[in-house]
């Protein structure tokens, strides 16, 4: 009989944490459709029939609702910019959570008045762009080099589990509920019950060992990692990730009690490998948010109307069939692709089938849109979920996965929420410009530019991104000393580092029995 030895403690940790990607994806789904509802077109004055002679405003006062949340998540992974070095990673994640309930609470009351809503949405953002920062960077400081990948991965499969959740919620209520306020107050009222759930339960976790190592507090650093590893405090395996973090402790490289943030960022700018690694992280951002990730997931069903799916419940249906299959390639991702294949060849596979995707809509648009060819339609409706899949499998989940692990400790925190702060920003432009470009540009000419961007981002991060997989975060120096044009090319002795780590740990053997004898 197989007995599994399962650290209940370490997986309990995980799942709290990774909650903090529910608020975004329950965003990016639950309320974007919710937007579409009967009750909340009436509320808010967005029915097609108040706007026949001003399609332009129509489609501005779309785009403001669902904008302005992302805009207030912007400003809100600035804001954990100076609250995850100064309150710690698990306080600044409560913080957030508080921050974006609070949001969201206002949102569900504010009745129609379109300025109340607008500053609820700011309001809420502003935690869940900070969750954005805190969550991931909190998962890839407790997790081993070996699934590093997988743990952080998994604040995405939350995160898209909810995104597809709430295309069905929104279904149900439309099948089910009559169209009053209540029903589209229910439907955004959803998220706040399992990230309450997991907000009570953070009080019965520590902070990472990273950040208590960094903050002069050893002890309490170890006895974190010793509970999150389920072992003793002499383990070989524990005792040499425990080195490796206070080495550059004692190498004063990655003090962070202290130090100003500005003294931070002019050792970014000036430092070679730091400012490399930055503008890496930044490039990503760009490229993921350009390429028309969330543009085309925020307005998904509208989207599958342009490609011929017919009737509300029908666009739900299938907009909760296209979070499925984001989910599903992302758990393709987490649980093999990422750590076997590694963070290059699933960045570039995505990169490859966003815009090929992108290319054969832009000629469906152009040419088959308004013509009857159910061929054409089939193909268009297909390429969607292809698309799907390669935003999973790509930069949807590489983007947070690089951000958090090509970091030391003492820039992390400066450069991960500087990079969410340009995913934010970014996305919000997307989500901001994205109607309007249906209607200026045309839907083809939106996809011709989506496609130009994962083009151009094929080749540039082709060239500049090198592969992490397996790569300690104390190795990373290493592996970016290179011209940023042969990162494609970089790699690290990651068997040197065992060996060290062997040989340290026979030392310290020594020094035990030296000391007893």
Known sequence: MFKF??????????????AGGIPKGYDEGGFSASTGLTSFKTDFGLSTSLWKNNPSGLADRKANISSFGVLGAAFGS???LT??????????????????????????????????MLFARIWGGLGAGGLTVVAPLYLSEIAPAKSRGMVVSIYMVLLLSFLTLGFFINYAANATMSSTATQYRLVQAIPLIPVGIAFISSFFLSDTPRYLASQDRGDEALAALARLRNSKTVDHSLSEEYEEIQEQIRNKQQNLAGVKITTIIKEIATTSTYRKRFLLGAAMQTVAQWSGGNGITYYIPQIFEYAGVVGTNTSLITSGAYGIVKLVFTLVFTWGLVDVFGRRRCMLTGLGLQCGTHIYMSIYMALFKSSENKAASDAAIASVFVYAVGWSIGLCTVQYLYGTEIYPTRIRSVCYATNMALHWFFQFAVVRVTPNMFVSFDVWGAYVFWAMVCALGFVLLGVWAPETKGVPMEMMEELFRGKWYMGWNAKVDTRRAEREGDELHEKDILKMEVERV
């Open 83 to 116: 609250l995850t070095d100064r309150l710690g990673r698990l306080r600044s994640w409560q913080f957030f959570v508080a921050l974006w309930a609070s949001g969201i609470l206002m949102q569900i009351f504010s009745s129609g008045i379109i300025p109340f």
């Open 5 to 18: 030895d399962v650290n209940r403690y370490y997986v309990f940790t995980i799942l709290v944490i990774a």
């Open 78 to 80: 600035l804001i954990a």
